[in-house]
């Protein structure tokens, strides 16, 4: 018999905790003009978890899809405390919502609506709340893989999951305190803003602001307003503020932060660069994987380097290729911890992860100085000209273009059918076109070996990314 109780439940750390210390009253989440206390997101919680209860049966798998990131918050929490599992899911379209759905059998959507009413009635200063009783490895919430490289891949989360994350990342790299205010570029169903942008904050007594959307003149406004501390974001987003933070009081905001975080893909060393030089704050690039539910490898502040991932997080064991993470070594990266999913699944069939080492499908190369350097996907990584290749490699040590805001390297296949690399450029706002293909050329020869030199170039309007910001490369292919 597992041992079944209270302070197992995830919810224990996020709310029953800061309850008892004395936080009822303080603010946990802002989202536009509503601030939510401690004591209102427990009511509420409560409310919906009965009303899951009666409508659901015990165990049903239950959707959460919703581009209000405060009833998505609360609706999960309610979700977590009743009978029922929830399933996190990105609000894409409705055809893809229905696939989940009847691939892994739902039992309904849970309406996010009704969440209004669940934060209408203020409860007493002194409410209690008591997290259902669970065993730490029992389900807690699923989740899934973004499928910007294969098909997306259901992800469940036990209650110690997250908290294990948050014992590493959470105190030995972030340090959240009670003091600390969070916004996201990203939704919660990414796992990294899920755990940065919510649970963490919670378990440290912190606040959550959940802007009503998550384009970024909206969130840069929220974080203005409400005097933002940390900033979860990605490569794509970071680059994005660069170009639109003009107004003083943004300006303002970004400099009062004590700590910036970029994952989801590689940081582009100029992206790094661009933040010190213009908002003189360093970005801590970090990588993990939904699997392990946050980051396991990361920057430090004070010593973040451009074009590094930086260096193992306390709580997580690692290997490179067959061994430890020794200087020069080079292969894929494995990894280990309390904070692994207790099932993975993909059509339809969950199963048990393989063995104790979460395979994370990256090929990382480690330095003198012991931090290692993301290669590429192991999976996108292809021959040319009888050479192995990452596109995400070339696309590094490329460095940056002038008049180019972004770009990416593709695989293709040329007119005799052979492996060729293709980059796909999107021109700066105001750059001149005509010899932006001759500049970018002529500086791929300079830095690569001529087998890794695109053999095209492509001019395009925009790269595709999915509603997590990520380049979907498979996309980009067609």
């Known amino acids: 018999m597992r041992d079944r109780d209270p302070k197992h439940h995830l919810l224990a750390s996020v709310l029953a905790d800061n309850l008892d210390a004395g936080r009822a009253l303080e603010t946990a989440i802002l989202s536009g003009k509503r601030a939510v206390s401690y004591a209102e997101l427990a009511a509420a919680i409560v409310r919906g978890a009965a009303e899951i209860d009666e409508r659901f049966p015990r165990e049903a798998r239950v959707l959460i899809a919703s581009k209000d990131q405060l009833r998505v918050a609360v609706a999960l929490c309610a979700a977590m405390q009743s009978h029922a599992v929830p399933l996190l899911v990105d609000p894409t379209s409705p055809e893809r919502l229905q696939a989940i759905a009847t691939e892994w059998r739902v039992a309904g959507a849970l309406d996010t609506e009704c ?19 669970v065993s730490s490895d029992e389900p807690a919430f699923w ?5 910007t490289t294969g098909e997306p891949r259901a992800v469940v989360h036990c209650h110690r999951g997250p ?24 939704g919660l169903p990414f796992v ?5 942008n919510f649970f963490f904050p919670l378990m440290a007594g912190g606040t959550v602001i959940l802007p009503s959307d998550l384009l970024l003149p909206t969130v840069l406004g929220e974080l203005s307003r409400h005097g933002a501390t940390l900033l979860v974001a990605g490569p794509w987003s970071l680059a994005g503020i660069v170009r639109l933070a003009s107004r003083s009081a943004w300006l303002d905001a970004i400099g009062r932060l004590r700590c910036v975080l970029s ?8 992206v790094f660069v661009e933040w010190k030089e213009r908002f003189g704050k360093e970005v801590l ?11 396991f490898v990361s920057n430090r502040p004070g010593r973040a380097r451009p074009g590094s991932l930086g260096e193992p997080v306390p709580g997580f064991d690692l290997r490179v290729g067959e061994g430890s993470p020794t200087p020069g070594a080079r292969g894929e990266l494995r990894v280990r911890g309390e904070s692994r999913a207790i099932a993975l699944g993909r059509e339809g069939t969950l199963a048990p992860p393989a063995g104790e080492w979460c395979e994370t499908g990256d090929e990382v190369e480690v330095g003198r100085d012991r931090s290692l350097v993301f290669l590429g996907r192991l999976d996108a990584r292809v021959k040319v000209k009888g050479q192995f290749v990452h596109p995400v490699d070339v696309e590094r040590r490329l460095g940056e273009v002038e008049g180019v805001a972004e770009w990416a390297i593709v695989v293709e296949r040329d007119a005799s059918g052979l492996t060729v690399l293709v980059a796909k450029l999107v021109a700066a706002e105001g750059a001149s076109r005509a010899d ?13 070996e001529p087998f890794a030199v695109p053999a095209r170039v492509d001019l395009v309007d925009a790269l595709p990314r999915n509603v997590r910001g990520k380049l979907e490369r498979r996309v980009v292919e067609r």
């Open 115 to 133: 969440v209004g009413a669940w934060l209408e009635e203020s409860p007493p200063g002194g409410f209690d709340f008591t997290p259902r009783a």
């Open 143 to 147: 989740t899934f893989t973004s499928g």
């Open 163 to 186: 908290r294990a994350a948050f014992d590493a990342f959470g105190r030995h790299v972030v340090a959240f305190g009670p003091e600390d205010v969070t916004i996201s570029t990203a």
């Open 192 to 196: 990294y803003a899920l755990g940065n």
């Open 263 to 270: 994952a989801g893909e590689p940081l582009p060393a100029r």
């Open 285 to 295: 690039d970090n990588l993990g994987c939904t699997e392990m539910f946050n980051s």
């Open 436 to 448: 932006l293909v001759r500049r970018f050329l002529r500086r791929a020869r300079t830095r690569l």
